[in-house]
């Protein structure tokens, strides 16, 4: 059994939840191979697909219902946070080092048939006996249109927390759910959007190395010169790529790369830079570049958001994901991390292509002065090119 921190809850009260994920599962072609105790919190399921492929789930699942609260909207759904004792303390969201079981965060509503789920990678550590919330005019277009998702943002004691993609989904959808969160782990908000996006078009089916070898698609390496990886993975190089292309996690992880990679080989082709570093420290911005001048500066490569303002505006996704719940302030950039700001439009526009921004340009945060504010739009004062910013250093 995964090793997380365990919850005794009222099986009453949750079974009907893990009916819901159980008759989802089985009425997806799914065998159910094991499953835990109801009266135990996260609630673990096994199951086989009917494609043969071994999954498993971590869920840490609360009832999503639509109980009329004094001082909350009439039009409002939500789901408590809820396992253990209202203590205060903050509780890791476990994930699967070994990539087996797939961690879901996710309300509920097995009455109208339905769930809405959030990122468990954003949301931990979370603390218990929080609520999340959603409109009925989200909830209906669950039910009307089977796989939903939108961007949600929130204000908290005055400070905003991240931009962060939630989906939902009937029931009948919950498997392509699963293959969503798998796929999603680790990513930025505004690629989650984009692969929910991806999902609610193509669905959340997701070949693998053993089909595609069954059915003979899968070629061995010519005779020829490969590249190291094509040897030891016994693969030609175009079925490495189709392998990265129909497997959605494989496929996001490579491309928080692609980003970066881009960005530095448009860096590499300026005349004006005479060294160019990349840092993959954590805590360090992306890049440390030095000009002909002498003049040193330090990059940051950002995504943007998927979805644009109503006026066709840009938004950076432009705050940690990480913060110390002490310090609401950690969760900001501090102006002096870095000079400049380059955003990756990849998440809006599906092109690789960046504008540039000083951060002495930037607003700060009205809470946090000595930070940057994360509401961070792309105008028209932005540089479209690394050169024309660089004429304004």
């Not at 997380?4 to 191979?33: H, N, Q, W």
């Not at 204000?155 to 796929?183: K, M, N, W």
């Amino acid at each position: 059994m995964p090793g997380y921190r365990r919850y005794t809850v009222s099986r009453k009260a949750k079974e009907p939840l893990v009916e819901f994920m159980l008759d989802a599962l089985k009425s997806a072609g799914c065998r159910i191979l094991q499953q835990s105790d109801p009266s135990i919190a996260p609630f673990q399921v096994s199951f086989e697909t009917s494609l043969g492929e071994r999954m498993g789930i971590v869920a840490y699942a609360f009832l999503a219902n639509t109980k009329l609260t004094k001082n909350r909207p009439a039009d409002e759904h939500r789901f408590q946070v809820k396992y253990g004792a209202k203590d205060g303390a903050l509780h890791p969201l476990w994930q699967d080092p070994y990539g087996l079981y797939t961690t879901l965060f996710v309300g509920i509503n097995p009455e109208t048939g339905f769930f809405v789920g959030v990122d468990p990678v954003l949301h931990s550590p979370t603390r218990m006996f929080i609520s999340i919330e959603f409109k009925e005019e989200q909830a209906q277009r669950i039910l009307q249109e089977g796989w939903h998702f939108w961007e949600r943002e929130k204000t908290t004691r005055g400070f905003d927390s991240p931009v962060e993609t939630v989906v939902g989904g009937r029931a009948e959808r919950f498997l392509d759910y699963v293959r969503f969160e798998q796929a999603a782990l680790a990513l930025d908000q505004g690629h989650r959007f984009l692969l929910a996006e991806q999902v609610g078009q193509h669905g959340g089916k997701i070949l693998n190395l053993h089909q595609q070898a069954a059915a003979g698609e899968i070629r061995t390496p010519a005779a020829r010169e490969l590249h190291g990886l094509a040897r030891e993975f016994e693969l030609d190089p175009d079925d490495i790529l189709s392998l990265i292309d129909t497997a959605p996690r494989l496929k996001m992880a490579v491309r928080g790369w692609v980003a970066e990679t881009h960005l530095e080989s448009l860096l590499r082709g300026i005349p004006e830079i005479s060294e160019l570093r990349r840092l993959e420290q954590d805590g360090q911005p992306d890049f440390d570049l030095v000009l002909r001048g002498g003049k040193s500066l330090r990059i940051e490569c950002k995504n943007v958001l998927r979805r644009q303002m109503a006026d066709g505006t840009i938004r950076v996704d432009f705050q940690k994901t990480r913060a110390s719940k002490s310090n609401p302030c950690s969760r900001y950039y501090r102006r002096d991390e870095f000079q400049v700001l380059a955003a990756c439009l990849h998440p809006s526009t599906e092109k690789w292509e960046f504008k540039y921004q000083f951060t002495r340009n930037l607003a700060a945060h009205q809470k946090c002065p000595l930070h940057l504010d994360n509401k961070v739009r792309v105008g028209p004062d932005w540089f479209a090119s690394f050169q024309e910013l660089l004429t304004a250093v």
